[in-house]
């Protein structure tokens, strides 16, 4: 799956134009969007695609990938997300002092159920598999799961 959605997320146009569009005889509700002059639909699953034997299938989807040239493990893909944003533990393990920061006025609203004030903002050599970009990521002081949260469109 995984590897699926890396490819997707690489080429979604190609993608896209794969994916077939529900009739109404397939009981299609979801809203349609319009790309490149064509119908695509929304993925959705039905009450029996939830019926799992324990209860992991709302769990994010990982990925592994570099920072520069180290190994970074838990980096969430967010296509809603505004922001990329990076934990301060983080840029310790990478051994980015944080004079390397550039100021930010920015205030980030609605991540962890509130709003937070970053530390600074910092451009990044980032790679998942074949894809690679310079991601603007904004430090915060927060406790998160994951280690890297990369917004689809936020580039240097």
Known sequence: MGEALSDALAD?????????????????????????QQQVPCITFTPEDMLLKDNRHDMPLYYIGYIGSTLIERIQVDPRSALSIIPKRLLYFLGIPLSRL????????????GS??????ICL??????????????DIEADMYYNLLLAILDPC
């Open 125 to 138: 050599r980032c790679q998942i598999r074949d894809l690679k970009s310079v991601v603007m990521c904004y």
């Open 102 to 113: 550039s100021t930010t006025t920015t205030t980030i609203y609605g991540f962890n159920a």
């Open 12 to 36: 979604s146009e190609s993608f896209l134009m794969q994916v077939p569009i529900p009739t109404k005889e397939d009981g299609a509700s979801c809203p349609r969007y319009h790309l490149v």
């Open 116 to 121: 937070s004030h970053p530390v600074g903002k």
